[in-house]
């Protein structure tokens, strides 16, 4: 009894261990085993898109040169893992990232088609076997010029197997070195991805088409004024627009289809390039006399570094490369924050106007950072973000530019104005007054016709400068000149002699009766009361009038002499407190 009791006992334990080892198996096995397999995707007429996210399994084979067989016949001891939509992954090296996913298709009028909404990947290749057992391949992305994809399109583009209610296994092989991979891939009915096209290619269209009329726009305003911030202003947003049809899968498209090494690059080089030219832009525009000795030299040292380390990233790519690059990228846009700030303090209106334009591209411009450095997946906002904030931005900015180069004119122009004008009262200045004189004496003589020559003096300039002060008196003056101007002709000139004194040129043939009929006007004009001048005050005014040339005197061309002959009459005239206008020769 004792005997059998102790073999039982043995049993017992030898079936415990045996249980323990199958548990232990069993579990083992779990561990290597792939993950669940999924359901063949349906595709019927009534779906027109099914992303393949939550209905694919990825693998990652770390050197890359796992052929499509070998995944295949290995496929179960691989471990596989379902990709859900937010995944990201970084390919180190030649690595390549495999996605399998099964498709059943089950209306022979439906073309199918597989979409990486990604541009910029560097390899994208599709495999599946045939009704006969054969590979069929296809390859798209930017190691291959766009005219040899399967479609040329904006982004990689591959037609599934058509055949009728028969599951298809298709192994998506994907490269793409340095920048994490994150692309979304989707099925699409032909024709709703074509109807997308379009929507997407008219979208665009219309922000490249506004690129190219404000490019343009800014050269010619740069050509027509000598403004060189338009000139500025059109290298950056020609800058920018290039950058996002690279990174949109646009320029590869129609700028550089057959350029596979150039598509490759272009992204890496005209992103960082924007940084730059912006760097630029609102350097110049902003003044760097706004910025201050530090800043500015801080401006141009960054932007110089930048085009180095992406001289230095296209000679030698590397993942240290464009990480630097990416840097130098973040570190430029702080610096135009920095820039914009400062500016924006100075409260001049177009540097706001230019400061919220550039704001929503300084904003959305940390979206490719943060992809760069892993910090964010690719997605509508990732890839279309920038070229919503560009299309804000570019209207404003124009706007803005276009505020500052009027307010710029307006002062060059007061600037030039200074030598034909008095700053005072904006009439004709002594000089040129002079030489209008003259000229008119010269037409006078050469055509026999008369000139009409008004010196008018503000008799009561004294009295209001000593009864209520300087400004008043000041006011007095461009009160006079403008009732000058008012009755001036097109051909007349007014001009600013000397303090109180002015003098009306009468362009010929002039009658000695209109002469004085201006004279009597602007004795009348000067009795009437003003808002501007003290309560009761009105101008008052000696005038002389002569009809030129006088035959009688031999004064010739000489304007100046003229003038003293005026001025003497007028020196009599205000002696005589009884009479305002004196004709001295008629």
Do not use: C
Not at 132 to 137: A, F, V
Not at 401 to 420: F, G, K, M, P
Not at 477 to 501: N, P
């Amino acid at each position: 009894m004792l005997s059998a009791r102790k073999t039982l006992s043995r049993r017992s334990r030898s079936l415990f261990a045996a249980l323990a080892l199958s548990i232990w198996l069993l579990t083992l096995s779990g561990a290597w085993a792939q993950a669940p397999v999924l359901e063949p995707i349906v595709l019927s007429g009534a779906i027109t898109s099914i992303p393949l996210a939550q209905r694919s399994q990825y693998w990652v084979d770390p050197d890359g040169d796992k052929s499509v067989q070998w995944v295949e016949q290995h496929q179960h001891q691989l471990p596989f893992a379902v990709r859900d939509h937010r995944h990201r992954v970084r390919l180190e090296g030649k690595a390549a990232l495999w996605v399998r996913f099964d498709a059943q298709v089950e209306d022979n009028l439906v073309h199918w088609e597989l979409e990486l909404a990604h541009s910029g990947t560097d390899l994208v290749s599709i495999y599946h076997r045939t009704a006969s057992g054969e590979w069929n391949e296809q390859r798209a992305g930017d190691r291959l010029a766009v005219n040899d994809w399967v479609y040329a399109d904006r982004f990689p583009v591959m037609a599934l197997d058509t055949r009728i209610n028969e599951p298809v296994t298709y192994w998506v092989r994907i490269e793409h070195a340095r920048v994490p991979f994150s692309g979304p891939l989707t099925i699409h009915n032909h024709n709703t991805l074509r109807e997308l096209r379009i929507h997407q290619q008219f979208l665009l269209g219309a922000y490249f088409g506004m690129v190219l009329l404000l490019a343009t726009v800014a050269i010619a305003n740069a050509a027509v004024f000598r403004d060189s911030s338009f000139a500025y202003y059109a290298a950056y947003i020609t800058v920018l627009g290039l950058a996002l049809a690279s990174s949109l899968g646009v320029a590869g498209q129609f700028l550089w289809p057959g350029s596979p090494r150039w598509n490759g690059m272009a992204e890496f080089v005209l992103l960082p390039m924007v940084a730059v030219v912006g760097l630029l832009f609102v350097r110049h525009v902003v003044q760097p006399r706004r910025l201050g000795r530090g800043l500015n030299r801080t401006a141009l040292a960054l932007a110089a570094m930048l085009v180095l380390v992406v001289a230095w990233d296209r000679v030698a790519p590397s993942a240290l490369s464009l990480q630097v690059v990416t840097v130098g990228g973040a570190a430029t846009m702080a610096l135009v924050y920095v820039m914009l700030w400062a500016a924006w303090r100075t409260g001049d209106r177009w540097v706001r106007w230019i400061a919220l334009g550039i704001l929503p591209v300084l904003l959305t411009g940390v979206l490719p950072v943060m992809r760069n450095l892993d910090l964010l997946s690719s997605g509508f906002l990732s890839q279309y973000g920038m070229v919503i904030a560009a299309a804000i931005e570019a209207p404003l900015l124009f706007y803005g530019l276009l505020q500052r180069s009027s307010i710029q004119h307006e002062a060059q122009t007061r600037a030039r104005a200074l030598a034909l004008t008095e700053p005072l009262t904006g009439l004709t200045n002594r000089h040129n007054g002079m030489l209008r004189l003259h000229e008119s004496l010269v037409r006078a003589q050469r055509y026999n016709h008369s000139i009409a020559l008004l010196l008018i003096d503000l008799d009561n300039h004294a009295w209001f400068e000593r009864e209520h002060g300087r400004e008043v008196a000041d006011r007095a003056l461009v009160l006079t000149g403008s009732l000058l101007r008012a009755i001036a002709r097109d051909v007349d000139t007014a001009t600013r002699v000397d303090d109180r004194s002015f003098a009306l040129l009468m362009e010929g043939p002039v009658r000695p009766a209109q002469a004085v009929a201006a004279a009597t006007h602007i004795l009348a004009g000067g009795l009437r009361p003003s808002s501007q001048l003290p309560v009761g005050a009105t101008l008052r005014f000696k005038i002389v009038v002569a009809m030129l040339p006088e035959p009688g005197l031999e004064l010739l061309q000489d304007a100046q002499a003229h003038l003293q002959w005026l001025r003497g009459a007028l020196d009599d005239l205000r002696e005589n407190n009884r009479k305002s206008i004196h004709t001295v020769n008629f």
